[in-house]
């Protein structure tokens, strides 16, 4: 009895002992979970933290409010546009700073952003009536004073460091003084093309551009994804081929994007000879990397529909099309449409292939249309960060505000999309 009872208790102990190992690893694993989770955070809220800082100074500009008198002798009536706008200016900025000499006008005048004479034109030009009066316009401030304004540069520091000299700082503090500049919301940055001049430059035509291309991409992509899905999984024979093309579109969708760029690359520009830079290209190279991602959603969506659907239908004389098309197409359809969404709003992040056919090209205005010259906000924040100009570091940043909003938008409509249109069996 006694040997039974040490027995006893010794396997009582060992289960004890394996009960409290499988505790511990059951809360090491719930840890490594928490742990991972909250770095994944915390990296998240770095980048977030990290974007934001850099670029809320983007949405807004220093503008200053300057009285450009329009003398009949500098503008003629009968051809406004062929005006002398160089003196307009110098005029203006002479009259805005008390006491400046003339020798000084030329440097003072940098105070404004380099195309502050075709604006004046452009605003005579579109009412010729204030010729012989004064135009007051608020024009944005040269980057320099621009960074000034915001901070970004000390005004503190010794002369030979900073691109003011005190002079200069004068002048502006002149107009600061009589509640000439303004620092108002830069709608500049969203509605103005792209520009060398970082106070002027805006995302306009990468926004665009990135329209047109997501348009040609979804009109490709949706309907040739989702009838490729549904031969391969209502109709396509079970054997070798379509194991081969089912496991050739699976290893598709995770080629590098930049495998993509080359093909459109080699395809559409140098066999077709379509138009570089063009968002009908970029269309095309981001429908070849989202098609896979499309058909491998569509697919699981059409799974995830009961057979007793396709029975019921097929029980009541329905033909396989109209089994496909009148009941399982639409029950599959929201989680379609989310794939779909996705996919896009991936496509829309994409910056190796559109670099790669050319849509990283300076252009100074949005697109008319797929076939002309244009950006896309993923080339366009990559423009930007390659560029010198202290200005255009915010404006990098804010680029990327404004593209993750765009995919944040996109992914809200997939969520509100899969939570309206869902069914449950």
């Known amino acids: 009895m006694t040997d039974m009872a ?22 090491r694993l719930r840890w490594y979970g928490r742990i991972a989770i909250s770095v994944a955070i915390l990296l998240l809220l770095t980048l977030l933290v990290t974007i934001s800082a850099g670029g809320y100074k983007a949405f807004i ?34 009259a805005a700073i008390p006491g400046i000499a003339a020798s000084e006008l030329r440097k003072a005048q940098q105070i404004l952003t380099n195309n502050t004479q075709f604006f004046v034109r452009d605003a005579v030009v579109a009412d010729p009536s204030v010729i012989g009066k004064t135009l007051t316009m608020r024009v944005p401030v040269s980057d320099p004073y621009d960074q000034m304004q915001k901070g970004v540069v000390s005004r503190h520091l010794p002369e030979e460091r900073r691109r003011l000299t005190d002079r200069e700082i004068e002048w502006f503090d002149a107009l600061a003084s009589q509640g000439r500049i303004s620092t108002p919301f830069n709608w500049g940055l969203l509605f103005n093309a792209d520009s060398r001049f970082p106070e002027i430059a805006g995302l306009s035509g990468a926004i665009v551009g990135s329209f047109y291309a997501l348009m040609v991409c979804f009109l490709i992509s949706f309907p040739v994804g989702i009838a490729a899905a549904v031969y391969l999984e209502e109709f396509a024979p079970k054997n070798r081929i379509t194991d081969i093309i089912e496991v050739n579109i699976n290893n598709l969708a995770a080629v590098p994007s930049i495998v993509f760029g080359l093909l459109g690359l080699a395809v559409f520009l140098q066999m077709f000879g379509l138009p570089r830079s063009a968002p009908l290209v970029g269309g095309m190279v981001l429908s070849l990397m989202t098609l896979p991602t499309i058909i491998i959603v569509t697919r699981a969506a059409l799974k995830s529909v009961p057979p007793s659907i396709r029975e019921a239908a097929a029980g009541i004389g329905a033909s396989p099309h109209q089994v496909i098309l009148h009941h399982v197409l639409p029950l599959a359809l929201p989680g379609i449409l989310t794939g779909t969404i996705i996919g896009l709003a991936q496509a829309l992040g994409e910056t190796a292939p559109l670099l790669l056919i050319g849509m990283n090209a300076f252009i100074t205005s949005p697109p008319g249309g797929v076939m002309e010259a244009s950006t896309a906000l993923p080339t366009q924040i990559f423009i930007w960060a390659d560029s010198p100009e202290r200005g255009f570091v915010a404006r990098t940043s804010a680029g990327i505000m404004v593209l993750l909003g765009f995919l944040l938008v996109m992914n809200a409509i997939a969520i509100f999309l899969r939570q309206r249109l869902e069914r449950r069996w």
């Open 6 to 27: 040490a027995t006893l208790q010794a396997q009582k102990t060992a289960a004890e002992a394996m009960r409290k190992r499988r505790y511990a690893a059951d809360a």
């Open 61 to 94: 500009q220093t503008h200053a409010t300057i009285d450009f008198p329009i003398s009949e002798e500098l503008v003629d009536r009968a051809d406004p546009a062929k005006g002398d706008w160089r003196a307009v200016v110098r005029n203006g900025i002479e």
